[in-house]
């Protein structure tokens, strides 16, 4: 419940920081796309700043190549606690079409379990599928991140009668 | 100078006028969302075959297949996909229907996952388990062979031919 109470802090005006760890850029053009004014998620108080430093929410993307794995990883400790991390789009998420390649570890989940060795500590990760994720689907988890919205999905289990 | 400091917001004004308000209500109103959209994808239970034939298509193997003692289990894990659409166009069964749903962020990514389970169907002769039961359901609906037949998995039905072989060219087995 502590982590709730921290989050209320941050609740009322979210700072992002973009980071990118190698991806195709298009996730990247969606962040933007929802800073817009088009879709505008500085109405829920989102801004974006250019330091890990300052930011409250670190906006993920891309599957998280060799090349910048240590930056990657300095900047997440650079991030104050809590820190909450939102992976976005499928690279970040699982993976995506690198699921596999040599060059690449596969995305967020991979990366947490590097980080844990390094001491980082992640205190929310919030996973926005997509491909990339549209604008509405970064502000849709934006808004589960920070508590405003219930999540919609779980996990699902149909068995086949015949 | 002066008269360009009065004039250049005034500008900017007349056009912010002239455009009106673009920012879209989501999420209190609906998603900018077209025809076109394609989201998560929905396999129907009840059409499923459990055949595999979307998880060879599947670019990032967002679809598995898993083979169980008595199970096959067909996994969807949605934070994978690229929702291309690709696993929907290849299924025999049209089992897979791609959605409208964007709204998929979870914190956990076992809410990603969707399972399919299928019963494995035992062989006659054997008791091997060797195939879904509804992929044999649906295979008997749609040619003209027995249950007696489609019951048998593939490798007691190639003794059972050579056997019947072998007694045609009097070959004692
Ligand atoms: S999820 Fe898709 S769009 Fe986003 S970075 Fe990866 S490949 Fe590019
Ligand atoms: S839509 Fe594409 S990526 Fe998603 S499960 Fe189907 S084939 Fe795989
Ligand atoms: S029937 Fe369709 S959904 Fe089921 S396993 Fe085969 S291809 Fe996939």
Redesign the pocket.
Known sequence: MKLEEKLKSVRRSPWVFHLNSGSCNACDIEILDALTPYFDAERFGVKLVVSPRHADVVLFTGPVTREVLPKVIRALRAVPRPRVVAAIGSCAVGGGIWWDTYSTIGGFPKLQEILKRYGVEIDRVVYIPGCPARPEAIVYGLLVALGYVKQKVSKVVKTVES | MQVNRIAAPLKLLTIAFKTGRVTKKYPFGPPLITEAFRGAIS??PA?????????LVCPPNA?D?IFEKEKIV?EYFKGRCIFCGM?AD???????TVTKEFELAATNLEDLKED?VHRVSKCAVCGKPFA?A??LRDVMKMHPITEEYANICPDCRRKRTARAFGMRFGASI
């Open positions: 396999i129907d059409k499923c075959w459990g055949c595999g034939a979307c998880v679809l297949i067909i696993c290849t299924c025999p069964a049209n089992a897979i399919v879904p509804a992929e």
